[in-house]
């Protein structure tokens, strides 16, 4: 059985105070879930902040981004080493944000996994596909390119290690989830995927989480799909009360 994950990527959202009230919160309403694996994911100035209120409770420390280099001259960017000493277990790599606004492409993405994984970061790999290439049928294309150019040179040890997140872009900040059915359809897809790559028990053991307009009221139905096992949320990630709410959902199912 998935251990189902459940991780709030708060985006560009909460500063110091606000991220260490959210965190807080969360920490006093969860700190006895234990069913679900919860992660909070707040911008890279609030990480210690974060890291320091979840202390010591199931509740894990994951970053947005992060470099794939170990050091050097890269202004403005971190480590996954950096990362790691912060606390982080998790680490986000390849949102659509970050393809769409930022330049990051499968071979940059590529080159994060290997990095993250070199230090003992969890990446939450990040696939979808844009309206345009679901409105000319070509999602499946699009999410096989992601997974299998991101993915590429990983060995089977490797990828037992890996989360994967479909987000498909439409679904993303637009309050427009794709349907359970729609959304198993890829997930479903994206296993067949991993264990032609990597063999069926393998495939079986890799989390994949739904990402895309995710709140208290959809994520009981996405939940119970064969094949979701978490979400990662943006916007209801930021609010106490949202947030709990899914992961008590969630963890009584
Ligand atoms: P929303 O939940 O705000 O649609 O964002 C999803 C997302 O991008 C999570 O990474």
């Not at 059985?1 to 991220?19: D, F, L, Q, S, V």
């Not at 912060?86 to 080159?111: D, L, M, P, W």
Request: net charge negative; with cysteine; hydrophobic share 40%.
């Amino acid at each position: 059985m998935r251990k189902p994950i459940i991780a709030g990527n708060w985006k560009m959202n909460k500063a110091a105070a606000e991220a260490t009230l959210l965190a807080n919160g969360i920490k006093r309403d969860l700190f006895d879930v234990g069913n679900v694996e919860i992660v909070l994911c707040p911008p890279f100035t609030s990480l210690s902040l974060v890291g320091d209120v979840i202390q010591d409770t199931p509740i894990s420390l994951g970053a947005q981004n992060m470099h794939w280099e170990k050091e050097g001259a890269f202004t403005g960017e971190l480590s996954a080493a950096m990362l790691k000493e912060a606390g982080c277990k998790y680490v986000i790599i390849g949102h659509s944000e970050r393809r769409a606004y930022f330049g990051e492409t499968n071979e940059s993405v590529n080159k994060k996994v290997k990095a993250a994984l070199r230090e003992g970061l969890v990446p939450i790999v990040c696939v979808g596909e844009k309206l345009e290439d679901r409105e000319s049928g070509k999602a499946f294309d699009v999410v096989s390119e992601h997974v299998e150019k991101g993915l590429e040179g990983l060995g089977e040890s490797e990828a037992v290690k890996i989360v994967i997140a479909y987000e498909p872009v439409w679904a993303i900040g637009t309050g427009k989830t794709a349907s359970a059915a729609q959304a198993e359809e890829i997930h479903k897809f994206i296993r067949e995927l991993l264990s032609k790559k990597y063999g069926k028990k393998t495939s079986e053991s890799i989390c994949i989480q739904y990402g895309g307009s995710v709140k208290p009221d959809n994520i009981k139905e996405l939940m119970t799909e064969i094949d979701i096992d978490g979400a990662l949320v943006g916007g209801a990630s930021l609010k106490e009360e949202s947030f709990v709410a899914m992961v008590k959902e969630v963890s009584e199912l």
